[in-house]
């Protein structure tokens, strides 16, 4: 599957964004070894620090349908931004599960053309625990 197709996909999902309070929708596809995608959007909450962020969304959705291959691949999209980034907490979720060094995080830049970041270049020195 190729980058421009899977920040389609996450652009479809930014549709069924809930966002309430920011009116910022964000939409994130997560593409996997066995070709498999995810979506996520975000979910908003009036006690605003429970808001959920497209991409864990996406990640707790490939876990809970029983995805066990390599993470390979996120897509983020909003309407309201380009070069649309994921924040602190939903890089260290990557971190959690990302295993291999091909792993990217696929944003749409500014010029709309798609643009891949490595997750050493997003998040260096990450925290894990060995288990
Ligand atoms: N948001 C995401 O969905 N992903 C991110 O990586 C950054 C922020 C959402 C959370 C909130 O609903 C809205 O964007 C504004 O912060």
Known sequence: MDISELLEKAKDASKNAYCPYSKFSVGACVLYESGNTYLGCNVENSSFGMTLCAE????SSAIANGEKSEIKAVAIY???STKCMPC???RQWFSEFVTTDDFVVIVEDDDKTPVSYTLEELLPYSFKLIH
């Open 88 to 90: 602190g907490a939903c």
């Open 78 to 80: 909003s309407p309201q």
């Open 56 to 59: 864990r969304n996406a990640i």
